[in-house]
């Protein structure tokens, strides 16, 4: 039998455990709220050419698949059924429609059509349609919340792209934690947080043989992508600043409270080098990093690099401005 690792500071753990879910989802989206990254995913019917079609076939989502169409699109578009059939899709077993609109809603009623509404997460699905269609205030029309709505089913499934298998969650649990003892004050860090001296290096070298063994401590590819400096110590990767470790044991309202000196100690988010994209599998080791709130504000849903890009042109931008303002 293994050997237990000495517990983590419990803020770590949990701001580690959460990176394996996805983000949170209320009761007006198909959505489900902060689920585990290898649950069902949903799959929209405009995305599906950018997935091999084997991908419909294979085991490639462990927990299954359900692609949604539009009702336009599934009774409009001459194409849809021949898209379908060569993915091997069907309505009311891997397949749904979304109805967001009250337009779409009278024009495609789906009791008109004897529709079922969906359930089951798990193929076959044993139903045709899910609703989430807002109130109306104008003409005081209640909203219509039909389909994955019980305390016990609560959303179909999650984003694609936010999708991970259970290795790869762990394997990015393992090189996150590993980031964390890089931080250059991890040590001094974690003795304050209750780990002794003792706990501390047994947890440290666990991991790094753990992420040696996995091939998840290759320093010059992390250096590579802005996730550790040349001192090997860890970094946001938007401003390059080294990460203290005392930050991924604040939440953000700690940090309000202090001085204005000790706000420069942001609260630590999880942080994507390339940025989630369906039909991509962008929630992995070496695209994973830790940075400050405040710099992960700016690369919202673009990425690093894409975010970088931008500021290079404001930049560039700027300098040209100021050049011939001052002709």
Known sequence: MAKRLPKLPPLLQSKIYKTGQTRSANDDVIFQNRANRNGTVLIPFESIHLFDISIFTSDRFESGFIVVLSPEEYYTNPDTLAMMKARKLKLGVNAILLYETRAQWNEFNPYKNKLAIAEKRTSPIDGHFVARILSSTSKDEEKIILGFNTSSCKGAGIRVAEYASLLTIKSSHLQLEY?????????????????????IENRMAAISTACNNQKLSNTDRL??????????????????????????????????????????????????????????????????????QNCNMICKETGVIETIKWMKEVVVNTIIFNKDSSN
Request: proline share 3%; hydrophobic share 40%; glycine share 4%.
């Open 179 to 199: 980031l964390f003892w890089l931080c250059y004050n991890s040590k001094e860090v974690a003795l304050g947080a209750g780990m002794t001296e003792s706990e």
């Open 223 to 292: 250096y590579k992508t802005r996730i550790i400096d040349n001192a090997q110590n860890t970094i946001c990767p938007l401003c390059l600043k080294k990460l203290s470790a005392e930050a991924f044991l604040l939440n953000f309202f700690e940090s309000a409270e202090k001085s204005d000196t000790d706000k420069e100690i942001s609260p630590i988010n999880l942080f994507y080098i390339n940025q989630l994209k369906t039909g991509e599998f962008n929630h992995a080791p070496y695209n994973l990093a830790w940075g400050h």
